[in-house]
């Protein structure tokens, strides 16, 4: 089992930042996939970024150039960074893990989520 806790979310306005963190515990595997999805009221949960453990980086195309995928593994932490924030970035954001390789469509594919952490961009 693993289990993901996911915090940082908050308001913010348009054009400003935030670092979401999820902490992992519990069991490993030498290969697996730690991700960010989101959701919005009435949309499809979507993928955001993921990082594999060989450091491999896949970004959705909206989170290219604004938001940063990262993990600690001596913290057992995973990180997003997101900058030029925009109001259409509100949602709920999960941290999800799998094995293997990291897939931002198969969310099905995905073992184990977090609760999810909302933030909440203003115009």
């Known amino acids: 089992q693993v289990q993901l806790v996911e915090s940082g979310g908050g308001s913010v306005q348009a054009g400003g930042s935030l670092t979401l963190s999820c902490a992992a515990s519990?069991?490993?595997?030498?290969?697996?996939?730690m991700a960010w999805f989101r959701q919005a009221p009435g949309r499809e949960r979507e993928g955001v970024a993921g990082?594999?453990?060989?450091?491999?980086?896949i970004y959705a195309d909206f989170a290219k150039g604004r938001f940063t995928i990262s993990k600690d593994n001596a913290k057992n932490t995973l990180y997003l960074q997101m900058n030029s924030l925009k109001p259409e970035d509100t949602a709920m954001y999960y941290c999800?893990?799998?094995?293997?390789?990291?897939?931002?469509?198969?969310?099905?594919?995905?073992?184990?989520w977090g609760q999810g952490t909302q933030v909440t961009v203003s115009s």
């Open positions: 519990g069991q490993t595997y030498s290969r697996a996939c």
């Open positions: 999800a893990a799998k094995w293997r390789e990291c897939s931002l469509t198969m969310d099905w594919a995905y073992n184990y």
């Open positions: 990082i594999d453990t060989d450091g491999r980086i």
